[in-house]
C-alpha cells in the first residue's frame, strides 16, 4: 500500500488525527463545560457555532483512523480490530455519537437554546449528557493513546 | 551529553522509562495527550469563536474558561518534563525538539495577551479596534499551536527529517 511506500503519509496521518482530535475535544468540550455552568453569561447558541467544526474533527479522524487500520505496513486490518484496547475505543466513540445524538435530537434544550435571550442554564437531565460527553471524548483520546502499548491498559486498576 | 545521561540515570526517570507499571511511560504520555486535547483544543475553540463571532459574543464572559486551560497546561509540563528527563539524551539533541518548545512557549505568551484581550475587550472605546486586535492574535495563536504540533509528532520521526 502507498502508506507502506512513502514514509511521511503515516506521519502526516497522525497529525492530521491529532488536529481533528483537538477540534472535536476543544469544541464539543467548550459546549459541554458551558452546559454544566462554565461562563454561564455566554449564551449557548453562540457556542453552536462550533458544532460544524467538530463535525470536521470527527471526519478528519474517522479517515486518517481507517488509514491506520488498513494501511499498517507491519499489522493486518485484523490485528488491529481485535485488540481489546481498540474495540473499547471504538465501544466509546460510539458512546460519544449517541450521546451528541440525544443533546441534538431528542431533548428540546438544544432547540429552546437556539434562541438569542433564552435562559439557558441547563436542566440536570442535559447536565448529565454534557458530563458524559467529557468523560466519554477523553477516554477516547486516553485509550488511542494506549494503543501501541497492547491490551494492558486495564493494568490501571493494579497500580 | 554528560548532563543528558545524568538527566536519564535519575531515579524518576529510570522510572518513568523502564517500570513495566502502565502508570509510568504509558500514563505519563497518555496524560500527555490528554492535556494537550484540553489545553489546544479549548484554546482552537476559543479562536475559531473569537473568529467567527458576528454578531458579537460577550466575549468577556470565555474568560472563566481559562483555568482549564492553565490547568492543562500544568499537566503537560509535569508529564512533558519527566518524558523529556526520560529519554533526555534521545530528544535534546533534535532541532526538531527544540522548534517544538520555542512554538510551545510562543503559543503560550499569545494565549496569555489573548485572555488579556478577552477580559480587557469591554473596557475598550474602540470596539472594532478591540474586535480586531483579538482576531490577529487567534490566527497567531491557531499557526503557532499548529507547528508545535507538527514538531511535537515529528519529533517521534527523526530518521524522515534527518534521512539516517
Request: aromatic share 14%.
Amino acid at each position: 500500500m502507498l502508506v507502506g511506500h512513502y514514509d511521511w503519509i503515516w506521519p502526516l496521518c497522525e497529525i492530521i488525527h491529532f488536529m481533528g482530535l483537538i477540534l472535536l475535544v476543544g469544541t464539543v468540550g467548550l459546549i459541554d463545560l458551558r452546559v454544566l455552568g462554565i461562563a454561564g453569561q455566554l449564551p449557548l447558541v453562540f457556542l453552536y457555532r462550533l458544532v460544524p467544526w467538530a463535525i470536521f474533527g470527527f471526519i478528519l479522524c474517522l479517515l486518517t483512523g481507517l488509514v491506520f487500520i488498513l494501511g499498517d505496513p507491519f499489522k493486518t486490518p485484523m490485528d488491529t480490530l481485535t485488540k481489546l484496547t481498540f474495540q473499547i475505543k471504538m465501544l466509546f466513540v460510539t458512546l460519544g455519537l449517541i450521546n451528541a445524538l440525544i443533546f441534538e435530537y431528542y431533548s428540546d434544550f438544544r432547540q429552546l437554546s437556539q434562541v438569542e435571550g433564552f435562559n439557558d442554564e441547563a436542566p440536570k437531565k442535559i447536565k448529565i449528557i454534557a458530563g458524559t460527553s467529557l468523560f466519554v471524548w477523553l477516554s477516547v483520546v486516553y485509550l488511542g493513546r494506549m494503543l501501541p502499548y497492547g491490551d494492558s491498559f486495564y493494568f490501571i486498576f493494579y497500580w | 551529553m554528560e548532563v543528558l545521561n545524568f538527566l536519564e540515570s535519575t531515579a524518576v526517570a529510570t522510572w518513568v522509562r523502564e517500570s513495566l507499571s502502565l502508570w509510568a511511560f504509558p500514563t505519563m504520555i497518555a496524560l500527555h495527550a490528554i492535556g494537550m486535547a484540553v489545553l489546544v483544543g479549548l484554546n482552537v475553540a476559543i479562536c475559531l469563536l473569537l473568529l467567527s463571532s458576528k454578531p458579537r459574543a460577550p466575549m468577556d464572559s470565555v474568560q472563566t474558561f481559562f483555568r482549564f486551560i492553565w490547568l492543562a497546561l500544568a499537566v503537560n509540563v509535569v508529564s512533558g518534563t519527566l518524558l523529556l528527563m526520560a529519554n533526555a539524551s534521545e530528544l535534546l539533541v533534535l532541532p526538531i525538539f527544540y522548534i517544538k518548545i520555542l512554538f510551545v512557549i510562543l503559543s503560550v505568551i499569545v494565549l496569555l495577551k489573548l485572555q488579556r484581550g478577552v477580559a480587557t475587550e469591554v473596557n475598550y472605546a474602540d470596539a472594532d479596534l478591540s474586535q480586531k486586535r483579538l482576531r490577529i492574535l487567534s490566527v497567531m495563536c491557531l499557526a503557532t499551536w499548529m507547528i508545535a504540533l507538527v514538531a511535537g509528532r515529528l519529533t517521534a520521526y527523526p530518521m524522515l527529517l534527518f534521512g539516517h
